[in-house]
């Protein structure tokens, strides 16, 4: 009897034991674990504004010094075979022409005009070509031309112009062959008004802004 009780006894301890060991461990999976304290995180920071973002162009590169300006005739006339845009000067007789009409032309000084003609040397002809014609002048109230020059003009296209025809050049009328005009025609051809040098066979092709007048 003492010995059933002792054992009785000896498991109800052990139980007891288990079932406060139990208790414990759920109340711990139960507990809320801590948060952990805020640490001080640094400011994101602030998107680029779109004028803050870097130039795409290319700063400090040298600007390109304006061309002169220029004023475009009051009216022009050609013959030649249009095509497109151009006049092409390029009969067999060489009397196909241009002329230009400049009004309100400063009173003194030598008046100077920025050229630009395409050229080759035959129908659908070589690319790089100089362009060989004459300029000749006259005041708008004169019949007879006044002066005149042959004029050679350097082909300025690019390598990457699929055509390479554009020749660019100025030319200078001196103030003495034309007085104090206020308006003054201007004519290329490939032929000497003055019947004194031979002909151009260049091709030369025109169109109303061929010819600008420099502003002083």
Do not use: K
């Not at 395409?118 to 109230?141: E, H, I, K, M």
């Amino acid at each position: 009897m003492g010995t059933r009780w002792l054992v009785i006894g000896v498991a109800s301890v052990l139980f007891a034991v288990l079932v406060a060991t139990f208790v414990l461990a759920g109340g711990e999976d139960e507990q809320t674990p801590p948060l952990p304290s805020p640490t001080a995180s640094p400011p994101a920071s602030p998107a680029p504004s779109p004028s803050a973002s870097p130039s795409t162009s290319a700063s400090g590169s040298p600007t390109p010094s304006p061309s002169p300006s220029t004023t475009p005739a009051a009216s022009f006339f050609a013959t030649g075979d249009l095509i497109g845009s151009w006049y092409w000067l390029r009969d067999a007789a060489h009397e196909d022409a241009a002329t230009w009409e400049f009004l309100a032309l400063p009173s003194s000084g030598d008046l100077t005009f920025a050229v630009t003609v395409l050229a080759t040397d035959a129908v659908d002809g070589a690319r790089g070509v100089q362009a060989r014609f004459f300029f000749s002048w006259r005041p708008s109230a004169a019949a007879e031309w006044t002066g005149r020059l042959p004029v050679t003009l350097p082909n300025v296209s690019p390598a990457d112009d699929p055509v390479g025809y554009t020749c660019r050049g100025t030319v200078t009328v001196p103030r003495s062959t034309v007085g104090a005009a206020p308006a003054l025609v201007v004519r290329i051809s490939r032929d000497d008004v003055r019947d004194e040098l031979s002909p151009s066979d260049v091709h030369i092709a025109v169109n109303a802004p061929s010819v600008q007048f420099e502003l002083p």
